[in-house]
């Protein structure tokens, strides 16, 4: 076999091997960029995962606050009116704070000349004389959705200088527990004296601020100032 056959021989076994080598290379290149890609688009699905968990659960966080704020921090308004004053002072509370206003009626409500403090013989003075006729049975002392109330406005005329007392009812009935009780009242002349201080002893548990008394018309302004002193929001 003449040299340039053998020449040509060994360039063509270096060629097959240069190129079996070549591919090699290249397939172990395309397998890297295949493995590399999934891992990128295994760690970009990670990636979403997470931040869709996140954001699930920064969504459920949102709603149960949410729903905190719609089903709690609601503001009640309860009176008892015997001529009607309390009931307007009670109605503008009510609408200022966009709160739920409940009416304290007795089972025997009270005529004018029941009412007649000025005669001793008059239902309002026999009750005065007689602690024990003071028990007034309410027509209704349960309040729908009670547990929902965090705050508690009560208002009352003062009758010899305590709260009228049909409210004794009503707060002896209900658990103030967990919940801020105001009190209020109406009076032409006498002052708020230690009216609510009774009523809270009287009352299962509640957190009871000091309460303010209202002459029998009080303007607008009187009742804002008093409930912006309160910093209720």
Avoid: H
Avoid at 107 to 130: F, G, H, I, K, P
């Amino acid at each position: 076999m003449s040299k340039k056959v053998i020449a040509l021989i060994i360039i063509i076994i270096l060629l097959i091997v240069i190129g079996g080598v070549i591919y090699f290379m290249n397939q172990n290149s395309t397998e890297s960029e295949n493995t590399n890609s999934n891992q990128e688009n295994l760690a970009s699905q990670t990636e979403e995962n997470n931040q869709s968990e996140t954001n699930t659960q920064v969504a459920e966080e949102n709603n149960a606050e949410n729903t905190e704020t719609e089903t709690n921090g609601k503001t009640l308004v309860v009176y008892y009116s015997a001529t009607g004053n309390t009931e307007k002072v009670a109605q503008k509370i009510a609408d200022k704070l966009g709160a739920d206003i409940f009416e304290l009626v007795p089972a025997q409500q009270y005529s004018s000349d029941d009412l007649d403090w000025t005669d001793d013989n008059s239902r309002v003075s026999r009750e005065y004389q007689d602690e024990s006729l003071r028990n007034v049975e309410l027509q209704n002392t349960t309040i729908e959705n009670w547990e929902q109330y965090d705050t508690v406005f009560i208002g009352y005329p003062i009758w010899w200088g305590i709260a009228a007392w049909p409210v004794d009812t009503f707060v002896k009935a209900n658990d103030f527990a967990e919940k801020t009780v105001i009190p209020f009242c109406t009076s032409s002349s006498s002052g708020l004296g230690q009216s609510g201080e009774l009523l809270a002893e009287e009352a299962n548990g509640g957190n009871w601020l000091e309460g303010k008394r209202f002459r029998s018309n009080p303007s607008d302004s009187d009742i804002n100032d008093f409930l912006e002193s309160l910093n209720l929001n």
